[in-house]
């Protein structure tokens, strides 16, 4: 949660930023009565996803406050040759070509993926899987990908140059992030899917969290259950079916572009103008 002042034609306005894991708290629980007394401070509250409103509603914020106004991207950058040709590398004749950039946490479902990539491997023998990211789970997933014997299909990279990272995501064929609700933690919208859009990729994710904001269902990709193995694997078999992805990706590509960092702040603008 964020708190940020705006001065604008001499106007002085209070907005208070939410995302959905900070606010998801018990009704009546001292933490949810400090984040009430706070936000009520606030002249405009910003929600990053339909989501989090709806979480924020049901936890008692005031709902005439809340307008709902999605974090914005920077437009896509052109990504160097060396860096093009070290990610072709990488992926070599691979196919399909699947990559998660995020951090390891249980939320945002590598271990699925794992399990998935496992599963996908008699029919795409030549798949491979990239992760880039760090987090409290990495020795366990390093550990799991051992276990289901595909480390030679699976690359975890973290630490790495942004525009090899950008590369490795502009020569995939998806993005694949089964988001789900682990205790309180949800994902509240999803930047990443709005990232990979940018460069003509298109995802799949959890139907658990904001992921819906970010994501055209069937247009620019799929939402799954990501607590469900085989909701995971039907998602992505239909995505690869008769090239829907790069239909898809092209869908994205249109699509993120509502997502621009000066379409965004115009939206700041527009509530105090």
Sequence with gaps: MELIKIEHLKKTKTFCLIHSKEINHNKESNINKRIIKSTNKADFIISNSAFTK??????????????VINPGINEPK??????????????????PKIITIARLDKRKGHDKILMLIKNLKPKFPKIRYVSVGSGDQEKNLIHLSKELSIDKEVIFLNNIKEDFKLALLAESNLFLMPTRKVNNSVEGFGISFIEAASYGISSIGGKEGGSSDAICHNKTGLICDGSDLNSIYNSVTTILQNEKFIKYGKEAKTFSENFHWNKIVKKYLNLIN
């Design 54 to 67: 709806n979480l924020a509603i049901k936890i008692g914020i005031d709902e005439k406050k809340i307008h």
């Design 78 to 95: 052109k990504i160097e040759n060396l860096s093009k040709i070290e990610a072709e590398k990488v992926y070599g004749e691979a196919f």
